[in-house]
T-cell receptor, first 114, second 115 residues
Framework: EDKVVQSPLSLVVHEGDTVTLNCSYEVTNFRSLLWYKQEKKAPTFLFMLTSSGIEKKSGRLSSILDKKELFSILNITATQTGDSAIYLCAVRNAGGTSYGKLTFGQGTILTVHP | SAVISQKPSRDICQRGTSLTIQCQVDSQVTMMFWYRQQPGQSLTLIATANQGSEATYESGFVIDKFPISRPNLTFSTLTVSNMSPEDSSIYLC????????????FGPGTRLTVL
């Protein structure tokens, strides 16, 4: 069974701090890894990673994948209170339906204090 | 990306009743999925909604409890049948767009409370 583990489960920082969120996985026939930000109900897509060592960047957020060691990190620099959310990591396999299936980690709850 | 709308956004229902949730997408999508997020939990896939045919359900979910329709490429419904308080969750529609890079997007969710 596919498995995604995120750490830490929760994190409290102050504005301006840099945070690193971790995601490790065990999946049959890996296809891609996705990061989402969830504030109220809907997860908002952040990144999709398919290749090792290639950093994806969007503003203060960046992410990288290591397919050899089976993990990914999500970095947020100069954090703001608006970054407070649950960050979800999900991995897609290439089995089952032609599109594969997303398996989610339990999420990291990030709280940024002013 | 895709703009996804869900109706209703929230509802409070009585035990034993059924609720149908609608999902509408503004562009053609290759795949549509329904997820459930129980309080304090992560997302769990209920089923893949297949256009014009029966949905593909994940282990632990059955058609009698969660019937799904997908009459075309941009619309799907999920019904939560014979509800119990254990069905209280956020239900999320999710899509993969036809002309994208296989990113998967989520709708705004439906928060269901069963009394």
């Amino acid at each position: 069974e596919d498995k995604v583990v995120q750490s830490p489960l929760s994190l409290v920082v102050h504005e301006g701090d840099t945070v690193t969120l971790n995601c490790s996985y065990e999946v049959t026939n890996f296809r891609s890894l996705l990061w989402y930000k969830q504030e109220k109900k809907a997860p908002t897509f952040l990144f999709m990673l398919t290749s090792s060592g290639i950093e994806k960047k969007s503003g203060r957020l960046s992410s990288i994948l290591d397919k050899k060691e089976l993990f990914s990190i999500l970095n947020i620099t100069a954090t703001q209170t608006g970054d407070s959310a649950i960050y979800l990591c999900a991995v897609r396999n290439a089995g089952g339906t032609s599109y594969g299936k997303l398996t989610f980690g339990q999420g990291t709850i990030l709280t940024v204090h002013p | 990306s895709a703009v996804i709308s869900q109706k209703p956004s929230r509802d409070i229902c009585q035990r034993g009743t059924s609720l149908t949730i609608q999902c509408q997408v503004d562009s053609q999508v290759t795949m549509m999925f329904w997820y459930r997020q129980q309080p304090g939990q992560s997302l769990t896939l209920i089923a893949t909604a297949n256009q014009g045919s029966e949905a593909t359900y994940e282990s632990g979910f059955v058609i009698d409890k969660f019937p799904i329709s997908r009459p075309n490429l941009t619309f799907s419904t999920l019904t939560v049948s014979n509800m119990s308080p254990e069905d209280s969750s956020i239900y999320l529609c999710s899509v993969v767009v036809l002309r994208g890079y296989n990113e998967q997007f989520f709708g705004p969710g439906t928060r269901l409370t069963v009394l």
